[in-house]
């Protein structure tokens, strides 16, 4: 794990949810806090399935949400959420069936630090698609990586999005395999796809190209 991440889930969440069932959190609001939402399993076989965050915002936060398991449990549904944060806006560790739709993804940290948007490792089947990552002009951040597929986490597809940011577009590791990238708009022509590992990834990007615009 992330070590600025573990230092950040040491401090009290806004919302902890801790072996729950199907857990929602809607139009809810968080300001200015270390974590937003703090949705984790410690159980080794059979931890709680289903997770719904929509309508909701999460600003001036270090970590937007953070979802951690330790079984590959299914059903995560993050949709119309306004997400404005320093270091992490969406940590997901060890989930399956995951669905990031429509959310407006802000960075708050004008630092050297990198930023993640969206940050997923040890996860599968996921679809990533309708959202927009924007800067607002006074915290342009060279180093933010809007969506980040980290190791061991497969069959994403990332498509219909929008990305007005600065930085890296996606970023995929090497032992993310398995994933599809598609029909996205860059309206930042400076924006780039990087993939860690290409032999091995098995990424398919099928863009027409990088950027919007005529």
């Known amino acids: 794990m992330d070590q600025k991440l573990k230092i950040y889930i040491k401090l009290p969440p806004v919302f902890h949810l801790e072996e729950t069932y199907s857990p929602k959190i809607i139009n809810s609001y968080c300001w200015s806090a270390q974590t937003g939402a703090n949705i984790i399993s410690k159980v080794e076989k059979n931890g709680p399935e289903g997770l719904t965050i929509s309508q909701s915002k999460f600003v001036e936060t270090n970590v937007g949400i953070r979802i951690d398991f330790k079984t590959k449990e299914p059903e995560v549904y993050l949709i119309n959420n306004h997400i404005n944060s320093r270091e992490f806006g969406i940590f997901i560790n060890n989930r399956k069936f995951i669905f990031i739709t429509n959310n407006l993804m802000y960075n708050g940290n004008k630092s050297n630090k990198t930023y993640r948007d969206i940050y997923i490792v040890n996860s599968k089947f996921i679809s990533i698609m309708n959202n927009i990552f924007h800067n607002p002009s006074h915290t342009l951040h060279a180093d933010r990586v809007a969506i980040w597929l980290g190791s061991k986490t497969e069959g ?30 860059y309206l930042n022509p400076d924006l780039k796809i990087y993939d860690m590992d290409p032999p091995n990834n098995k990424t398919v990007i099928d863009e027409i190209k990088l950027q919007g615009g005529e």
């Open 156 to 185: 994403a597809l990332i498509t219909q999005n929008l990305f007005n940011s600065e930085g890296k577009a996606i970023l995929i590791e090497k032992g993310a395999t398995n994933n599809r990238i598609t029909n996205n708009v």
